[in-house]
């Protein structure tokens, strides 16, 4: 084996170990912003075509699935940007020209509690389900949250907690954590 | 740390810091609020998780290594058509056993639909539907959500139409071939199935109204 394969096959088996670890979480993530499937199927490829052509860019696995919702949240905005200039029909229609699939992504259970709150997260601002979202399924730190939006870790923590806040009185109003008083936050 | 201060700390997910443990140990009150919000955090994991298709993964990861546009869509629709044709020799396909059960399952899993706000490109209705076989002559007005779904085994256009009423959904099945209207009510919606000229469509609605304003729209607006 040469040395050009043995490094197309190192990349292999690390895209494939990508693909593995986070497309679960890379999808939710995309089903969340673009609460379209459909749409978030395509944003998943597009992520993962571009993270293989970056590959070299990983410096650590640890790092993979930030790497990834970084791709996903930059290729989200762009969309949003061609979308907004009325540049998008062309391309779009181009990959789902090509585009074959069909499948249920809402597949889960149907417990009550998981669609109350689902409802209510549906209904958060864009402003609090983001940093949600990076939390519970990117697994960021407040201060990596604060990075990456570029606002202070006070403003993620606030955002967070009114998140929750909200999240909480959706699903158990008799059981939710009360709100601190006016003024604390 | 005063009790205000902890429960901000742990609504905004740090349950599992060092400084909020030892803040919450020994205090019955604090160490309550603490399992809630570890409570929620679970639903949250839950609730945030949405299932990917099957086969996503796989295609991921041939994503990268696509044969040329022409070679791979010759050799893929060849390899398709072969294992559908063996596929459907061997297996035919059985009837839906409760169609208007499996639609309100597939709404029950897909409540975004029901929420979701749009805006939906008409084009990317087109061209799902024209992959179903059907050409939609007019744009439907109203569409705030269009997925491709697989509903009790049917590949379907949903789509989720806002009407003067209330929101109805719409599903489009080519597969699934019926002989006569039929309708149905399940829970707080009504329900009708359409035969089409090409397989069959299903409209869901709170409304009933809904139900002939959109039975007129598919026979007005799609042809096959």
């Known amino acids: 084996?040469?040395?050009?394969?043995?490094?197309?096959?190192?990349?292999?088996?690390?895209?494939?170990?990508?693909?593995?670890?986070?497309?679960?979480?890379?999808?939710?993530?995309?089903?969340?912003?673009?609460?379209?499937?459909?749409?978030a199927e395509d944003l998943v490829q597009e992520v993962y075509v571009r993270a293989w052509k970056h590959l070299d860019q990983l410096e650590k696995e640890v790092c993979g699935r930030s790497w990834l919702i970084t791709i996903l949240r930059r290729e989200h905005l762009r969309w949003l940007d061609k979308r907004?200039?009325?540049?998008?029909?062309?391309?779009?229609?181009?990959?789902?020209?090509?585009?074959?699939?069909?499948?249920?992504?809402?597949?889960?259970?149907?417990?009550?509690?998981r669609h109350q709150l689902q409802k209510a997260m549906l209904r958060l601002e864009s402003g609090y389900l983001e940093p949600l979202l990076m939390q519970v399924l990117g697994g960021y730190s407040i201060g990596e949250i604060a990075k990456s939006l570029e606002i202070t870790e006070s403003a993620v923590q606030s955002r967070l907690y009114r998140a929750r806040l909200q999240l909480s009185q959706t699903l158990n109003s008799d059981t939710a954590i009360t709100a601190p008083q006016r003024g604390v936050i | 740390m005063n009790d205000l201060e902890f429960r901000r700390r742990v609504l905004s997910g740090?349950?599992?810091?060092?400084?909020?443990?030892?803040?919450?140990?020994?205090?019955?009150?604090?160490?309550?609020?603490?399992?809630?919000a570890r409570q929620l955090d679970h639903s949250l994991q839950q609730a945030t998780r949405i299932t990917p298709p099957g086969d996503l993964a796989q295609r991921l990861k041939q994503g990268p290594r696509r044969r040329p546009f022409v070679k791979a869509i010759a050799g893929s629709a060849i390899a398709a058509a072969l294992i559908l044709a063996v596929t459907l020799q061997l297996y035919p396909r059985p009837a839906t056993p409760d169609l208007p059960q499996a639609l309100l399952a597939h709404l029950n899993h897909e409540l975004v639909?029901?929420?979701?706000?749009?805006?939906?490109?008409?084009?990317?209705?087109?061209?799902?539907?024209?992959?179903?076989?059907?050409?939609?002559?007019?744009?439907?007005?109203?569409?705030?959500?269009?997925?491709?779904?697989?509903?009790?085994?049917?590949?379907?256009?949903?789509?989720?139409?806002?009407?003067?009423?209330?929101?109805?959904?719409?599903?489009?099945?080519?597969?699934?071939?019926?002989?006569?209207?039929?309708?149905?009510?399940?829970?707080?919606?009504?329900?009708?199935?359409?035969?089409?000229?090409?397989?069959?469509?299903?409209?869901?609605?709170?409304?009933?109204?809904?139900?002939?304003?959109?039975?007129?729209?598919?026979?007005?607006?799609?042809?096959?």
């Open chain 2, 113 to 224: 639909s029901l929420y979701a706000d749009g805006p939906v490109q008409q084009q990317w209705v087109a061209n799902a539907a024209s992959r179903l076989g059907y050409k939609i002559d007019q744009p439907i007005p109203g569409i705030s959500y269009a997925g491709a779904c697989d509903v009790a085994g049917n590949k379907s256009l949903h789509l989720t139409v806002k009407t003067a009423n209330s929101r109805a959904s719409l599903f489009l099945m080519p597969a699934l071939e019926k002989t006569a209207v039929s309708e149905f009510r399940l829970q707080k919606l009504h329900g009708r199935i359409i035969p089409l000229q090409q397989g069959s469509a299903a409209i869901l609605s709170p409304s009933r109204e809904d139900l002939d304003q959109l039975q007129q729209q598919i026979e007005q607006q799609i042809s096959f």
């Open chain 1, 84 to 113: 907004s200039n009325g540049h998008n029909e062309m391309a779009l229609d181009e990959e789902l020209a090509q585009d074959e699939r069909f499948s249920d992504p809402y597949c889960a259970d149907t417990e009550l509690q």
């Open chain 1, 1 to 39: 084996m040469g040395i050009k394969q043995l490094l197309r096959w190192r990349s292999r088996s690390r895209f494939d170990d990508l693909v593995d670890q986070h497309h679960s979480a890379i999808y939710s993530y995309a089903c969340w912003l673009t609460r379209c499937p459909a749409r």
């Open chain 2, 14 to 36: 740090e349950t599992a810091d060092q400084q909020l443990l030892d803040a919450a140990a020994g205090n019955p009150q604090r160490l309550r609020w603490l399992d809630q």
